[in-house]
Structures are given as C-alpha cells and as structure tokens.
C-alpha cells in the first residue's frame, strides 16, 4: 500500500509541476516586446507548454500499457516544441532572457522526467 501511495504522489507532483510550466509560459508571454515573430512563437509556446500536462494526465488515465506509452511520448514531444519555440523568442532585455533560459530549462527537465517514465515502461 505505500509503494502506490508514493507512485500517486509522484504522478501529481508531475501534474502540478507541468501545470506551473504552463502557467509561467503564460506569465512570461505577457511581459515579451511585441515583434510579428514573437507573436508567432508565443501562439505555439502556449500550446505546447500546455499539452505536456494534459497528455501527462491523459497518460495516467489511460486503458493501457500502449495507450499510456503513447500519451507519455506526445507529452514528451511537446515539452521538446516547447524548448524550441522558446529557443525562437527574440528577448531584449536580461530579465526578459533569464526567464527564458530558466523555462527552456524547466522545459527540458519535463523533457528529461518524461523520456525516464517511457524507458522505465518500454
């Protein structure tokens, strides 16, 4: 019984954890310069840094081992996108870049989790 207690725990400690990623992507959007190019990016920031999370829950609601699998590889693509599109984002100022750094960080610790989950389960 406390072996799946600290499974659960886990599981929603990634959930909150992906859920703050996208959170503070939303928060950081709104303090970029205004540049058709940012706009662009930013549109697919948002979605991507909130897909991790909803393909991670959709994973540990799954019917399967090829389900969950197949969840867990999406919400990993999506932490990647969410990498790249920040790596696009044109920031000028320091504070503007070291937000940016610190998310393509984060992003790429989900990055990270998620890739351990599928190795763990393939």
Do not use: C
Request: charged content about 35%.
């Amino acid at each position: 019984m406390e072996t799946k207690q600290k499974n659960t725990e886990r599981r929603f400690d990634l959930e909150e954890r992906s859920l703050s990623f996208a959170k503070n992507v939303r928060a950081f959007v709104k303090d970029l310069p205004r540049s058709i190019a940012n706009i662009e990016d930013t549109k697919q920031l948002v979605r991507s840094s909130g897909s991790i999370g909803a393909n991670y829950i959709e994973a540990n609601e799954s019917v399967g081992k090829k389900d969950f699998l197949f969840r867990i590889r999406i919400a990993r693509k999506e932490a990647k996108e969410s990498k790249y599109w920040l790596r696009l984002i044109e920031a000028h100022t320091a504070s503007i870049e070291k937000q940016r750094a610190a998310l393509e960080q984060e992003a790429t610790e989900l990055m990270l989790i998620l890739s351990s989950i599928m190795r763990k389960y393939v």
